[in-house]
Protein backbone atom coordinates (compact mmCIF):
# COMPACT_ATOMS: atom_id res chain seq x y z
CA UNK A 1 0.00 0.00 0.00
CA UNK A 2 1.31 3.53 -1.04
CA UNK A 3 0.13 6.82 0.20
CA UNK A 4 0.72 10.22 -2.24
CA UNK A 5 2.25 12.86 -1.58
CA UNK A 6 4.21 10.94 1.27
CA UNK A 7 5.52 14.84 1.63
CA UNK A 8 2.77 17.40 2.12
CA UNK A 9 2.39 21.12 2.59
CA UNK A 10 -0.48 23.00 4.02
CA UNK A 11 -0.32 27.10 4.00
CA UNK A 12 -3.25 28.52 5.59
CA UNK A 13 -3.79 32.50 4.39
CA UNK A 14 -5.31 34.11 7.61
CA UNK A 15 -8.04 35.38 4.81
CA UNK A 16 -9.13 32.23 3.67
CA UNK A 17 -8.94 30.61 6.90
CA UNK A 18 -7.82 26.81 6.11
CA UNK A 19 -6.35 24.71 3.64
CA UNK A 20 -6.85 21.34 3.01
CA UNK A 21 -5.68 18.84 0.75
CA UNK A 22 -6.77 14.83 -0.26
CA UNK A 23 -4.40 12.39 0.24
CA UNK A 24 -4.51 9.07 -2.14
CA UNK A 25 -4.25 5.69 -0.95
CA UNK A 26 -3.63 2.94 -3.68
CA UNK A 27 -2.99 -0.93 -2.85
CA UNK A 28 -0.68 -3.11 -5.27
CA UNK A 29 -1.90 -6.70 -5.80
CA UNK A 30 0.66 -9.64 -6.13
CA UNK A 31 -0.41 -9.59 -9.83
CA UNK A 32 0.66 -6.03 -10.79
CA UNK A 33 -2.95 -4.27 -10.79
CA UNK A 34 -3.65 -1.40 -8.72
CA UNK A 35 -6.62 -0.77 -6.32
CA UNK A 36 -7.85 2.61 -5.07
CA UNK A 37 -8.18 2.25 -1.28
CA UNK A 38 -8.40 6.03 -0.39
CA UNK A 39 -12.63 5.93 0.41
CA UNK A 40 -12.37 1.93 1.03
CA UNK A 41 -13.97 0.17 3.76
CA UNK A 42 -11.22 -0.69 6.32
CA UNK A 43 -9.18 2.43 5.19
CA UNK A 44 -8.56 4.33 8.51
CA UNK A 45 -6.68 7.71 8.43
CA UNK A 46 -4.71 8.50 11.98
CA UNK A 47 -2.54 11.82 12.95
CA UNK A 48 0.33 11.76 15.11
CA UNK A 49 -1.11 15.51 16.23
CA UNK A 50 -4.91 16.29 15.76
CA UNK A 51 -4.06 20.08 16.67
CA UNK A 52 -1.90 20.00 13.35
CA UNK A 53 -3.56 18.37 10.88
CA UNK A 54 -7.03 16.68 11.72
CA UNK A 55 -9.94 15.20 9.09
CA UNK A 56 -13.41 15.88 7.87
CA UNK A 57 -16.09 14.31 6.03
CA UNK A 58 -14.67 13.05 3.06
CA UNK A 59 -12.06 10.53 3.36
CA UNK A 60 -8.39 11.10 2.80
CA UNK A 61 -8.53 15.04 3.23
CA UNK A 62 -6.30 16.24 5.61
CA UNK A 63 -7.02 19.52 7.06
CA UNK A 64 -4.77 22.19 8.55
CA UNK A 65 -4.78 23.17 12.05
CA UNK A 66 -2.09 24.89 13.97
CA UNK A 67 1.20 25.30 12.32
CA UNK A 68 3.89 22.78 12.78
CA UNK A 69 4.17 19.20 11.23
CA UNK A 70 2.75 15.76 12.00
CA UNK A 71 2.62 12.03 10.39
CA UNK A 72 -0.20 11.20 8.77
CA UNK A 73 -0.59 6.96 9.04
CA UNK A 74 -2.81 5.00 6.71
CA UNK A 75 -3.81 1.14 7.50
CA UNK A 76 -6.28 -1.27 6.08
CA UNK A 77 -5.83 -4.92 6.41
CA UNK A 78 -2.73 -4.95 8.02
CA UNK A 79 -1.13 -2.94 5.49
CA UNK A 80 0.32 0.93 6.57
CA UNK A 81 1.11 3.64 5.02
CA UNK A 82 2.54 7.50 6.01
CA UNK A 83 2.29 10.63 4.61
CA UNK A 84 4.31 13.79 6.58
CA UNK A 85 2.75 16.82 6.69
CA UNK A 86 4.13 20.61 7.59
CA UNK A 87 1.46 23.22 8.44
CA UNK A 88 2.45 26.74 8.08
CA UNK A 89 0.10 29.93 8.25
CA UNK A 90 0.71 33.63 5.88
CA UNK A 91 -1.06 36.58 6.82
CA UNK A 92 -0.93 38.97 3.84
CA UNK A 93 1.17 42.35 4.68
CA UNK A 94 1.49 46.02 3.14
CA UNK A 95 5.12 45.84 1.67
CA UNK A 96 5.48 49.21 0.16
CA UNK A 97 4.28 52.79 -1.10
CA UNK A 98 5.81 54.96 -3.81
CA UNK A 99 4.51 58.40 -4.38
CA UNK A 100 3.32 59.02 -7.84
CA UNK A 101 2.96 62.14 -9.43
CA UNK A 102 -0.28 64.20 -10.17
CA UNK A 103 -3.26 61.54 -9.41
CA UNK A 104 -3.50 58.06 -9.39
CA UNK A 105 -6.49 56.85 -10.98
CA UNK A 106 -5.93 53.31 -11.76
CA UNK A 107 -3.52 50.64 -12.20
CA UNK A 108 -2.29 47.25 -14.48
CA UNK A 109 0.34 44.79 -13.72
CA UNK A 110 2.44 43.12 -15.85
CA UNK A 111 5.63 40.95 -14.51
CA UNK A 112 8.50 43.03 -13.17
CA UNK A 113 5.85 46.53 -13.59
CA UNK A 114 3.24 48.29 -12.71
CA UNK A 115 1.55 50.76 -14.82
CA UNK A 116 -0.26 53.71 -13.36
CA UNK A 117 -3.15 55.69 -15.34
CA UNK A 118 -1.76 58.91 -13.47
CA UNK A 119 -4.25 61.63 -14.55
CA UNK A 120 -2.72 65.18 -15.75
CA UNK A 121 0.76 63.08 -16.03
CA UNK A 122 -0.09 60.29 -18.00
CA UNK A 123 1.41 56.91 -18.03
CA UNK A 124 3.83 56.29 -14.85
CA UNK A 125 5.95 53.02 -15.18
CA UNK A 126 6.82 51.12 -11.72
CA UNK A 127 9.64 48.79 -11.26
CA UNK A 128 8.38 46.52 -8.55
CA UNK A 129 10.89 43.94 -8.85
CA UNK A 130 11.71 44.50 -5.68
CA UNK A 131 8.36 44.34 -3.83
CA UNK A 132 9.79 46.22 -0.76
CA UNK A 133 11.21 48.96 -2.96
CA UNK A 134 9.50 50.08 -5.80
CA UNK A 135 10.97 52.75 -8.30
CA UNK A 136 9.54 54.93 -10.74
CA UNK A 137 11.82 53.83 -14.25
CA UNK A 138 9.71 55.15 -16.99
CA UNK A 139 6.84 57.53 -17.92
CA UNK A 140 4.73 59.47 -20.65
CA UNK A 141 2.99 61.94 -20.71
CA UNK A 142 -0.43 61.67 -22.47
CA UNK A 143 -2.86 64.95 -23.96
CA UNK A 144 -5.45 63.85 -21.63
CA UNK A 145 -6.19 62.91 -18.49
CA UNK A 146 -5.17 59.33 -18.11
CA UNK A 147 -7.84 57.48 -16.36
CA UNK A 148 -7.34 53.80 -16.86
CA UNK A 149 -4.89 51.61 -18.36
CA UNK A 150 -5.00 48.04 -19.50
CA UNK A 151 -1.85 46.24 -20.64
CA UNK A 152 -1.99 43.29 -23.26
CA UNK A 153 2.02 41.93 -24.39
CA UNK A 154 3.54 44.68 -25.06
CA UNK A 155 1.31 47.61 -25.42
CA UNK A 156 -0.38 49.75 -23.26
CA UNK A 157 -3.83 51.11 -24.02
CA UNK A 158 -5.13 54.26 -21.94
CA UNK A 159 -8.38 55.93 -21.23
CA UNK A 160 -7.37 59.49 -21.73
CA UNK A 161 -10.46 61.05 -20.88
CA UNK A 162 -10.84 63.66 -23.47
CA UNK A 163 -8.19 62.76 -25.80
CA UNK A 164 -9.66 59.14 -26.10
CA UNK A 165 -7.92 56.15 -26.25
CA UNK A 166 -4.10 56.21 -26.48
CA UNK A 167 -1.74 53.49 -27.44
CA UNK A 168 1.93 53.06 -25.86
CA UNK A 169 4.48 50.71 -26.91
CA UNK A 170 6.02 49.37 -23.23
CA UNK A 171 8.54 46.85 -24.66
CA UNK A 172 11.29 48.60 -22.86
CA UNK A 173 9.02 50.00 -19.88
CA UNK A 174 11.66 52.73 -19.14
CA UNK A 175 11.20 53.94 -22.50
CA UNK A 176 7.47 53.94 -23.39
CA UNK A 177 6.31 55.17 -27.06
CA UNK A 178 3.55 56.60 -28.43
CA UNK A 179 1.86 54.26 -31.45
CA UNK A 180 -1.48 55.34 -31.98
CA UNK A 181 -4.45 57.19 -30.86
CA UNK A 182 -8.31 57.81 -31.52
CA UNK A 183 -10.16 60.47 -29.93
CA UNK A 184 -13.66 59.43 -28.95
CA UNK A 185 -16.55 62.20 -28.59
CA UNK A 186 -16.52 61.32 -24.64
CA UNK A 187 -14.71 61.25 -21.61
CA UNK A 188 -12.60 57.85 -21.82
CA UNK A 189 -13.04 56.36 -18.43
CA UNK A 190 -12.32 52.61 -18.82
CA UNK A 191 -10.46 50.51 -21.20
CA UNK A 192 -11.09 46.86 -21.98
CA UNK A 193 -9.19 44.92 -25.10
CA UNK A 194 -10.97 42.00 -26.58
CA UNK A 195 -8.96 39.86 -29.43
CA UNK A 196 -8.62 43.05 -32.32
CA UNK A 197 -10.69 45.32 -30.38
CA UNK A 198 -10.83 47.91 -27.46
CA UNK A 199 -13.87 48.85 -25.55
CA UNK A 200 -14.08 52.13 -24.70
CA UNK A 201 -16.38 53.22 -21.74
CA UNK A 202 -16.36 57.26 -22.87
CA UNK A 203 -18.71 58.52 -20.14
CA UNK A 204 -21.83 60.17 -21.51
CA UNK A 205 -20.73 59.13 -25.07
CA UNK A 206 -21.67 55.79 -24.01
CA UNK A 207 -19.83 52.72 -24.99
CA UNK A 208 -17.05 52.99 -28.09
CA UNK A 209 -15.57 50.04 -30.03
CA UNK A 210 -12.19 50.34 -31.90
CA UNK A 211 -10.09 48.19 -34.35
CA UNK A 212 -7.03 47.92 -32.92
CA UNK A 213 -5.35 45.46 -35.21
CA UNK A 214 -3.46 48.29 -36.48
CA UNK A 215 -2.15 49.59 -33.17
CA UNK A 216 -0.42 52.98 -35.39
CA UNK A 217 -4.12 53.12 -36.77
CA UNK A 218 -6.92 52.40 -34.47
CA UNK A 219 -10.22 53.20 -36.16
CA UNK A 220 -13.67 53.69 -34.50
CA UNK A 221 -16.16 50.31 -35.85
CA UNK A 222 -19.43 51.16 -33.23
CA UNK A 223 -20.67 53.41 -30.39
CA UNK A 224 -23.83 52.43 -28.63
CA UNK A 225 -25.01 55.82 -26.39
CA UNK A 226 -25.81 54.48 -23.02
CA UNK A 227 -28.25 56.51 -21.07
CA UNK A 228 -26.17 57.01 -17.46
CA UNK A 229 -22.50 57.75 -17.93
CA UNK A 230 -20.49 54.91 -19.22
CA UNK A 231 -17.89 54.30 -16.29
CA UNK A 232 -16.19 50.97 -16.41
CA UNK A 233 -16.09 48.07 -18.90
CA UNK A 234 -16.05 44.60 -19.50
CA UNK A 235 -15.92 41.74 -22.08
CA UNK A 236 -16.95 38.24 -22.28
CA UNK A 237 -17.83 36.54 -25.09
CA UNK A 238 -20.00 38.33 -27.35
CA UNK A 239 -21.00 40.54 -24.85
CA UNK A 240 -19.75 44.00 -23.52
CA UNK A 241 -20.80 44.52 -19.81
CA UNK A 242 -21.35 48.57 -18.99
CA UNK A 243 -21.42 50.07 -15.72
CA UNK A 244 -23.26 52.69 -16.37
CA UNK A 245 -23.35 55.68 -13.62
CA UNK A 246 -25.85 58.67 -13.41
CA UNK A 247 -28.40 59.80 -14.37
CA UNK A 248 -28.83 56.07 -14.62
CA UNK A 249 -27.17 54.12 -12.44
CA UNK A 250 -27.16 50.28 -14.32
CA UNK A 251 -25.67 47.38 -15.63
CA UNK A 252 -25.82 47.23 -19.23
CA UNK A 253 -25.82 43.78 -21.51
CA UNK A 254 -24.86 44.93 -25.07
CA UNK A 255 -24.38 42.11 -27.82
CA UNK A 256 -21.33 43.10 -29.49
CA UNK A 257 -21.17 39.63 -31.87
CA UNK A 258 -20.87 42.40 -34.49
CA UNK A 259 -18.56 45.23 -33.52
CA UNK A 260 -19.56 47.45 -35.89
CA UNK A 261 -23.86 47.28 -35.01
CA UNK A 262 -23.67 46.74 -31.04
CA UNK A 263 -27.29 46.31 -29.71
CA UNK A 264 -28.58 46.63 -26.04
CA UNK A 265 -30.26 43.64 -25.13
CA UNK A 266 -30.59 43.82 -21.34
CA UNK A 267 -30.31 46.24 -18.52
CA UNK A 268 -30.36 46.03 -14.67
CA UNK A 269 -31.42 49.02 -12.42
CA UNK A 270 -28.27 49.34 -9.36
CA UNK A 271 -28.31 51.24 -6.62
CA UNK A 272 -25.80 53.50 -5.54
CA UNK A 273 -23.08 55.33 -8.16
CA UNK A 274 -21.91 52.63 -9.99
CA UNK A 275 -17.90 52.87 -10.78
CA UNK A 276 -16.95 49.69 -12.48
CA UNK A 277 -17.62 46.10 -13.83
CA UNK A 278 -15.20 43.16 -13.89
CA UNK A 279 -17.26 40.10 -15.51
CA UNK A 280 -16.74 36.11 -14.55
CA UNK A 281 -18.79 34.13 -16.24
CA UNK A 282 -22.52 35.11 -16.28
CA UNK A 283 -21.24 37.26 -13.12
CA UNK A 284 -20.52 40.57 -13.07
CA UNK A 285 -19.18 42.09 -10.16
CA UNK A 286 -20.05 45.93 -10.00
CA UNK A 287 -18.06 48.52 -7.70
CA UNK A 288 -21.40 50.62 -6.51
CA UNK A 289 -19.56 53.27 -3.99
CA UNK A 290 -22.37 53.77 -1.60
CA UNK A 291 -24.29 50.55 -2.34
CA UNK A 292 -20.99 48.28 -2.18
CA UNK A 293 -20.63 45.45 -3.70
CA UNK A 294 -23.95 44.33 -6.46
CA UNK A 295 -23.64 40.89 -8.16
CA UNK A 296 -25.39 40.64 -11.56
CA UNK A 297 -26.43 37.54 -13.04
CA UNK A 298 -26.76 38.00 -16.91
CA UNK A 299 -26.73 33.93 -18.14
CA UNK A 300 -30.03 35.46 -19.34
CA UNK A 301 -28.58 38.46 -21.21
CA UNK A 302 -31.88 39.65 -22.22
CA UNK A 303 -33.02 39.51 -18.40
CA UNK A 304 -29.88 40.35 -15.97
CA UNK A 305 -31.05 40.63 -12.16
CA UNK A 306 -29.30 41.78 -9.24
CA UNK A 307 -28.29 38.34 -7.44
CA UNK A 308 -26.32 38.83 -4.18
CA UNK A 309 -24.94 41.79 -3.07
CA UNK A 310 -22.91 43.89 0.13
CA UNK A 311 -24.43 46.87 0.43
CA UNK A 312 -23.01 49.06 3.62
CA UNK A 313 -19.01 46.74 4.03
CA UNK A 314 -17.45 49.27 2.08
CA UNK A 315 -17.41 52.13 -0.42
CA UNK A 316 -15.90 50.64 -3.37
CA UNK A 317 -14.56 52.78 -6.96
CA UNK A 318 -12.67 49.72 -8.43
CA UNK A 319 -12.91 45.91 -8.02
CA UNK A 320 -10.63 43.06 -9.59
CA UNK A 321 -11.55 39.35 -9.15
CA UNK A 322 -8.94 36.83 -8.90
CA UNK A 323 -10.26 32.93 -7.76
CA UNK A 324 -12.67 33.23 -5.43
CA UNK A 325 -11.93 36.45 -4.16
CA UNK A 326 -13.18 40.15 -5.28
CA UNK A 327 -10.59 42.86 -4.18
CA UNK A 328 -12.01 46.46 -3.65
CA UNK A 329 -10.04 49.86 -4.18
CA UNK A 330 -12.71 51.82 -1.90
CA UNK A 331 -13.36 55.35 0.12
CA UNK A 332 -13.47 54.38 3.64
CA UNK A 333 -11.01 52.12 5.18
CA UNK A 334 -7.86 54.61 5.64
CA UNK A 335 -5.56 52.98 2.56
CA UNK A 336 -7.25 48.86 2.54
CA UNK A 337 -7.90 46.75 0.03
CA UNK A 338 -11.25 44.89 1.32
CA UNK A 339 -11.36 41.44 0.27
CA UNK A 340 -14.92 39.36 -0.40
CA UNK A 341 -15.26 35.89 -0.98
CA UNK A 342 -17.58 35.14 -4.17
CA UNK A 343 -17.41 31.33 -4.08
CA UNK A 344 -21.09 31.79 -4.37
CA UNK A 345 -21.57 35.01 -6.44
CA UNK A 346 -25.62 35.32 -4.87
CA UNK A 347 -23.97 35.02 -1.36
CA UNK A 348 -20.72 37.38 -0.93
CA UNK A 349 -18.92 37.15 1.99
CA UNK A 350 -16.85 40.04 3.62
CA UNK A 351 -13.59 38.43 4.65
CA UNK A 352 -10.76 40.71 5.42
CA UNK A 353 -8.74 43.81 4.85
CA UNK A 354 -5.58 44.11 3.72
CA UNK A 355 -4.43 46.91 5.27
CA UNK A 356 -2.24 49.41 4.13
CA UNK A 357 -2.80 51.66 6.71
CA UNK A 358 0.48 51.70 8.25
CA UNK A 359 1.86 53.46 4.75
CA UNK A 360 -0.45 56.18 5.11
CA UNK A 361 -3.65 56.81 5.14
CA UNK A 362 -5.66 57.93 1.47
CA UNK A 363 -8.38 56.84 -0.32
CA UNK A 364 -8.61 53.88 -2.84
CA UNK A 365 -9.10 54.93 -6.62
CA UNK A 366 -7.64 51.84 -8.31
CA UNK A 367 -6.21 48.10 -8.38
CA UNK A 368 -4.99 45.30 -9.83
CA UNK A 369 -3.75 42.14 -9.45
CA UNK A 370 -0.51 39.87 -10.82
CA UNK A 371 -0.46 37.09 -7.93
CA UNK A 372 0.71 37.04 -5.07
CA UNK A 373 0.67 40.87 -5.12
CA UNK A 374 -1.94 43.05 -5.38
CA UNK A 375 -1.09 46.65 -6.11
CA UNK A 376 -3.33 49.44 -5.10
CA UNK A 377 -3.58 53.40 -5.90
CA UNK A 378 -4.64 55.54 -3.82
CA UNK A 379 -4.95 59.59 -4.07
CA UNK A 380 -0.73 60.33 -4.51
CA UNK A 381 0.52 56.84 -3.98
CA UNK A 382 0.85 53.45 -5.38
CA UNK A 383 0.65 50.97 -2.58
Known sequence: MQVAPTNLTLTVNTIIGEAS?????????????????????GTN????????????????????????????TVTNGGLSAQAFVTVSTFTPIALATIAIPSYANNVDASGDFVYVAAGATGLQVVGVSNPQNPLIVGSLDTPGNANDVRIVGELAFIADGSSGLRIINIADPTHPMSVGFLDTPGEAQDVMIA?????????????????????????????????????????????????????????????VSNPASPQLVGSVALPGDVKDVVVRDTFAYVAAFTAGLQVVDFSTPTNPRIVGS??????????????????????????????????????????????????????????????????????????
Do not use: H, K, W
Open 45 to 72: YASSDLTVCNFGGERGRVFAGAAGACTI
Open 21 to 41: QRLTVTGRRVDGSTVDLTAAP
Open 310 to 383: LPSSFVPRDVEVSGQFALFAEQIFPNAVPIVDVTTPAAPIFRANLNFAPLGDYAGTGTALNPPFVYMTVVFSIC
Open 195 to 255: GAYAYVADGAAGLQIMNISNPAAPSLVGTLDTAGTARGVDVVGTLAVVADGPPSNAVRIIN
